[in-house]
């Protein structure tokens, strides 16, 4: 799985080329987080989710917008990585029967999710202060602060939620 296309010429490209990625993964998350909501059991980590979702709603428009700055239109380019996380995501949402274990399986899917997107967005803005994006690189920064302040909520969470599913496992001499 290639991370950056083979016929990149300049940063310009490559800022772009990884604006399409950050675009199609923000519109995965957006589709995955519905099923992630409903299948959590812990109410704090639903409600962490929601409010995630409607961050990431915004992102998915900053990102549009961003796009349509630079080329005049808002397409995307498969995140290969993001479509990977989901997927065993949603796999690991039908294999877990025990319900604090599946809660524990979403918040460390979400915060592997959490981490690919502050290592894109930080990279983004950082491409966008290079080329001298000024107002990309502050709009991506607001992203970029908000993943890492989800990232931090999940583990603040995943305290009790750990807890919680160790203490429905079995101990074994």
């Given at each position: 799985m290639k991370l950056f296309p083979a016929n990149i010429k300049d940063l310009r490209t490559l800022y772009i080329d990884q604006l399409r990625k950050a675009l199609d993964l923000e519109q995965k998350i957006t589709r995955a987080l519905p099923t992630m909501i409903e299948k959590t059991t812990d109410s704090e980590l639903a409600e962490a989710f929601t409010?995630?979702?409607?961050?990431?709603?915004?992102?998915?428009a900053i990102v549009e917008s961003l796009l349509n700055d630079l080329i005049g239109e808002a397409s995307t380019s498969t995140c290969k990585v993001i479509g990977a996380l989901v997927s065993e995501t949603e796999d690991a949402i039908e294999d877990v029967t025990d319900p604090a274990v599946r809660d524990v399986v979403l918040i460390g899917s979400a915060q592997q999710v959490?981490?690919?997107?502050?290592?894109?967005?930080?990279?983004?803005?950082?491409?966008?202060?290079?080329?001298?994006l000024d107002d990309h690189a502050t709009r991506l920064e607001v992203i970029l602060e908000q993943e890492k302040t989800a990232d931090k909520t999940l583990t603040a969470i995943s305290d009790s939620v750990n807890t919680l599913a160790e203490a429905d496992t079995p101990v074994h001499a």
């Open positions: 409010n995630h979702l409607e961050e990431t709603r915004s992102h998915v959490e981490h690919h997107e502050i290592a894109v967005y930080g990279t983004l803005r950082n491409w966008a202060e290079i080329l001298g």
